[in-house]
């Protein structure tokens, strides 16, 4: 092939063999300098195996990748980092139990004399790297102490420190960050850009691929659709290459009047201390109607999973009371909460959701072993027949239940999950960011289990992040900030703007209030 | 009972069902699915072969007499490697099991010989009440493991590490390092028949019938009780099994508790056939525990493992040092073939859990 300046990375003609599939099926692929190229497709498209192949993880099975004009070929991510390609995981690969700039400089450490480690320098350019990023941390904060979004930016200010940077792929960096954290992170994409370094990104959100990309390639089935300019495109375009047909959520509208709904659940002055002072969730109230569906917007550290561990059991030390149906209950530990009928789809499906160990079918019903009992064991037929019923009402698609979990994608395992909730028939069903991590169709899916059980009485309440997704799915959203409840809407009051703005509120009120006392 | 490690009821009938799949399927049996069915019948080839090997090797190996002195051992081993099964399972392990053997021991000894000294008097007690103190001496250092390991968020080892040391002071200090010798009870103090443990019943040791029936008792709670699939899914994901509503700290004190009794139970039936009981007695057995559970097929990151193939990891246990003994092999010998064997078999272990995890990964794509 020809020495195109403009082409930073070619690969040529990639496969990649697993045995039993071909997760890559000679598929051609532009890096073009200084762009942002977006690789679409849904789960299983490819995508990943294709960023792995170039950030030397994988090494195809047949092609070849050019890198400016040369053929090259990566023994692995060090070498591939060598020649300039950075990767930033949609699964972090940090060290938890390191700190801030341990983690930044891992097998890239600044030394004295090749022998000391120069803690002074890693420091002042861990500050520095930050500052750029317009994400202040203290370097010496353990990164197993962060949350999930401020992972992120330490992920990436690791491969910023890399002199000669040429390629960076980001694999769904914005699948846990919050709205504001994402204008961040566009703002230091399009910097790089602009210093010349070409982006790879992955994602499942359109809108943003719309802002942020230059070039848009999409796979499916291992296959190369199509490519395009993305001035030349718009999201249906889009959606309809990536699945052969057009999609996407709609509002679902219901005509209930909630007045005369009975409330099921009512939280009254919420308060949640965070350790070194100051509230994780300030004097929150709400309530729940029977049947409904209610939102939680929020940015990353709002307070929003908070309120979820409350509720469980798991913060037990919060203060202020809870009503479930009317009468005040003492919330002091998991498995009582569930057997007053609460149960909760936890954000991080693989730590908390799911054991990997055990097959689907168990997965399924281990938060109810003890309904399906004969004597004292278990009555295994009555326990399968719940499963069966289970897979079938939420329509996981299952070969065999007895197969591992981890024969299942990633949205059917997301169904289990939720099915591994329902079964132990709750009042109230708690969903955190239900749909991360999983393909449109699979999305579209998991918004229809949730507004049949709505339908069928079940009140429920959602976090999302995804303002798309929680415009669509929700009947009254209440909006988080900083700890505080910002705003409260209600069908026709639900709007974008509103969201966005009652989204910054609470930190707004917490500076001037910083301000009054000093 | 069965000797590998998935869930399956029994090894061979839903092999028999797979490959009957397979053919509706209209799929060929795959190299990997046998390959499967051989690694999960790993420690069971194996033990054939040792006996097999030992039996031409050793020509007193294949004997009664000799086959009942493996059986009295591999009885001890399998006790403690059931407890210790429980344990690893919740991602766990208990190095205090080898010093409770010889505290119980040492507890049950000193009951009969010397009775219980209170208020000036001197109490006797019959054996079965003996028995029944020396397994809640068990169940108390268990109970006192899963407490710290639970409340105070100790990691177990370090946890079983303590105990360790101070179950095995405690037996020390019971006699001041000496034995009780001859305990047998006198006909007056109404405390006879201790050495009953350590006898046969139709030719088939009183040790190894309790091994059966504890096998048994917490195979059937492993596998069909909520307890037991709770203990699995702690090890699994500890984390989303308290989301679920499991009650992981109980489940792991009550464990840790069954494990000090099994213990318990061992150093029981150890004093009795040795008909005395030393408190040095068990030490560095929790290492055959152990390796009993791993060459079975636990895993020791927790969340599998089956009591069946502990059993039979015991015998491989057995069989090794006992054969080897009669082979005339010298004990440091015997020391470096028995590292050798635990670590080829977690070794082979690992590989097939790689298999197995390639053959989910692949089925999740053959489903898309």
């Known amino acids: ?518 | 009972m069965c000797w590998h490690h998935t869930r399956d009821t029994a090894s061979i009938i839903p092999m028999k069902k797979e490959k009957s799949n397979m053919a509706a399927g209209t799929k060929k049996l795959t190299k990997n699915d046998i390959i499967m069915s051989l690694l999960k019948g790993r420690t069971f080839i194996v033990l054939i072969i040792l006996v097999l090997f030992f039996s031409f090797a050793a020509p007193n190996f294949f004997t009664a007499s000799s086959l009942l002195l493996i059986a009295k051992h591999v009885a001890l081993y399998g006790i403690l490697g059931i407890g210790m099964t429980y344990v690893i399972i919740t991602g766990g392990i208990d190095l205090s099991v080898g010093s409770i053997v010889g505290l119980g021991g040492m507890i049950a000894g000193g009951l009969i010989n010397e009775g219980l000294r209170m208020f000036g008097y001197t109490a006797y007690l019959n054996v079965p009440s003996i028995v029944i103190v020396t397994i809640a001496f068990g169940a108390l250092v268990g109970l006192l493991n899963g407490f710290i390991i639970t409340r105070f968020k100790v990691a177990a080892f370090i946890a079983t590490l303590g105990t360790m040391y101070i179950a095995r002071g405690f037996a020390m200090l019971r006699s001041n390092g000496a034995t009780f010798s001859n305990i047998v009870g006198k006909e007056a103090l109404g405390n006879t028949g201790f050495e009953f443990f350590g006898r046969n019943i139709l030719g088939i040791p009183v040790g190894a019938i309790i091994l059966l029936i504890i096998a048994v008792i917490s195979g059937i709670i492993l596998k069909n009780t909520p307890f037991g699939w709770h203990v699995q899914s702690i090890g699994g994901n500890e984390k989303a099994a308290k989301l679920s509503g499991v009650k992981t700290n109980r489940v792991k004190r009550l464990v840790y508790m069954f494990s000090g009794m099994c213990a318990a139970i061992v150093g029981i039936i150890t004093a009795s056939q040795l008909v005395a009981s030393h408190p040095a007695s068990g030490e560095t057995w929790e290492m055959n525990a152990i390796a009993a559970a791993v060459l079975g097929g636990t895993s020791m990151s927790g969340g599998v493992g089956t009591i069946g193939g502990t059993i039979v990891g015991a015998f491989v246990i057995g069989v090794i040092n006992d054969g080897m003994v009669m082979c005339g092999v010298s004990e440091f010998w015997q020391m470096i073939i028995k590292g050798v064997v635990i670590i080829v078999a977690v070794l082979i272990d690992q590989f097939q859990r790689n298999l197995q995890n390639r053959m989910a990964l692949q089925s999740r794509e053959e489903n898309k």
Not at chain 1, 141 to 155: A, F, K, N, S
Not at chain 1, 325 to 333: C, V
């Open chain 1, 1 to 518: 092939m020809q020495k195109n300046e403009n082409i930073v990375l070619h690969a040529d003609r990639v496969s990649k063999i697993y045995p039993g599939t071909k997760a890559l099926d000679n598929v051609s692929f532009d890096v073009r300098r200084g762009k942002v190229n977006v690789l679409i497709g849904e789960n299983g498209a490819g995508k990943s195996t294709l960023m792995k192949i170039i950030a030397g993880i994988e090494r195809p099975s047949s092609g070849r990748i050019i890198l400016e004009g040369k053929e090259v070929s990566f023994k692995d991510t060090t070498e591939a980092r060598a020649y300039g390609i950075g990767i930033i995981h949609q699964e972090l690969s940090l060290f938890p139990n390191l700190n801030v700039y341990q983690n930044i400089f891992m097998a890239n450490e600044k030394t004295i004399y090749n022998l000391a480690l120069d803690n002074k320098q890693h420091v002042t350019e861990t500050i520095k790297v930050l500052d750029r990023l317009e994400y202040p941390l203290n370097p010496e904060t353990l990164v197993g102490d962060l949350r999930v979004g401020q992972q992120q930016m330490i992920e990436i200010a690791r491969n910023l420190i890399q002199k000669n940077l040429k390629i960076l792929i980001m694999d769904e960096p914005t699948s846990s960050l919050s709205e504001q954290e994402v204008e961040v992170l566009f703002k230091i994409i399009r910097e790089l850009t602009a210093s010349g370094i070409s982006i790879v990104y992955i994602s499942h959100r359109l809108e943003e691929i719309m802002r942020i990309g230059d070039y848009v390639t999409i796979l499916r089935d291992g296959r190369f659709v199509a490519e395009e300019e993305v001035k030349n495109i718009n999201v249906p375009w889009i959606v309809q290459q990536m699945v052969g047909q057009e999609k996407s959520y709609k509002r679902k509208e219901r005509e209930i009047d909630w007045s005369k709904r009975e409330t099921v659940l009512n939280v009254k002055n919420m308060k949640l201390p965070k350790s070194g002072g100051g509230f994780l969730l300030d004097d929150v109230s709400f309530n729940l109607k029977k049947g409904e569906i209610l939102g939680i917007y929020g940015l990353m550290g709002s307070g929003r999973t908070e309120i979820f561990e409350c509720l469980m059991g798991l913060r037990p030390e919060f203060t202020g009371t809870v009503e479930l149906e009317g009468k005040a209950i003492k919330i002091s530990n998991v498995s009582e909460q569930i057997d007053r009928g609460f149960a909760v789809i936890p954000e991080d499906r693989q730590r908390e959701g799911l054991v990997q160990t055990m097959d689907i079918g168990r997965n399924i019903s281990l938060s109810s072993l003890t309904r399906y009992m004969k004597g004292m064991f278990i009555d295994f037929k009555k326990e399968d027949q719940k499963i069966n019923e289970q897979i079938k009402d939420i329509r996981i698609k299952v070969a065999d239940k007895r197969l591992p979990i981890l024969s299942l994608s990633g949205g059917n395992q997301q169904k289990v999950v939720i099915g591994k909730g329902i079964l132990t028939e709750p009042k109230i069903l708690l969903l955190d960011e239900p749909s991360r991590g999983i393909d449109i169709g699979a999305k579209t899916e998991v918004f229809d289990i949730i507004h049949q059980y709505a339908e069928r009485g079940l009140s429920i309440i959602v976090i999302s992040s995804e303002l798309k997704e929680i415009l669509a799915i929700a009947d009254r959203i209440i909006v988080l900030s900083n700890g505080i409840k910002t705003d409260e809407l209600t069908g026709e009051e639900i709007t974008e703007d509103r969201l966005v703005l009652a989204s910054y509120k609470g930190h707004r009120k917490h500076h001037t209030n910083e301000k009054g006392e000093k």
